[in-house]
């Protein structure tokens, strides 16, 4: 897969291209918004990584250009603005995550891969099946066996993400930042309680269990 790094630090520049190069990744870099325009207008890339204080033209008025032009890449923000209204503003604008600097590559790492792998499912059906469990995503209609279950947007929400990572473990944050779209670090009891709430309407009157806690992770969605 190929990455577009946008960052004026060209210490830090190269640092994210080696440890991106070793993680597999192709990967070109631009040392300012221009360059960085230029490049992510005219080549292909998987997700671009894009710092906000730049020269000549800054990462947010960058990513407005790209969403203009209709280009849907996941764009990752880098930025030494850590408070919670740059993030808001920096996913308003058109990002996919925000990662504050100082950072450590790990994260960085993780969030690439999460965010490349929300996209390669972007393209999904409309109706997802597991067990008896049937979930229409336009229609909005869940079924369990013969029984229609009514969920709350919400709740509907949660299942939806759920069934989209189906049998693999799913964090908080994760629920989190997807749920209300922003990262954060949030009250593990709102995520228990929605959680809780799913549950109680999909698993509690049936013998087969599909949503289960792995402790110290997150949940996962399967049958067992």
Do not use: C
């Amino acid at each position: 897969m190929k990455l577009l790094v946008v960052e004026d630090e060209i210490k830090l520049g190269n640092y994210l291209k080696q440890g991106l190069m070793e993680a597999g990744f192709v990967v070109d870099v631009a040392t300012d918004g221009l360059n960085g325009q230029h490049l992510a207008l005219t080549e292909k890339y998987d997700l671009i990584i894009l710092d906000i204080m730049l020269p000549f033209i800054d990462g947010l008025e960058l990513i407005q250009i790209i969403r203009k032009e209709n280009i849907a890449t996941p764009i990752l923000l880098l930025s030494a603005l850590d408070k919670t209204q740059d993030k808001v503003r920096g996913l308003d604008t058109g990002a996919d995550d925000y990662i504050a600097k100082p950072f450590d590559f790990a994260e960085l790492l993780a969030r690439v891969r999460s965010l490349l792998r929300r996209k390669s499912k972007d393209i999904k059906p409309t109706k997802i099946q597991i067990g008896d469990l049937s979930v229409d995503l336009i229609k909005r209609v869940v079924n369990r066996g013969e029984k229609k279950i009514d969920l709350t947007n919400k709740e509907f929400l949660l299942l939806e993400f759920l069934l989209s990572y189906k049998g693999e473990v799913v964090t908080r944050s994760l629920i989190a930042s997807n749920i209300w779209d922003i990262n954060f670090d949030s009250d593990r009891n709102v995520i228990d309680t929605m959680i809780k709430r799913l549950r109680n309407k999909i698993d509690n009157d049936f013998d087969k269990k599909l949503i289960h806690t792995v402790r110290g992770m997150g949940y996962i969605l399967e049958l067992r």
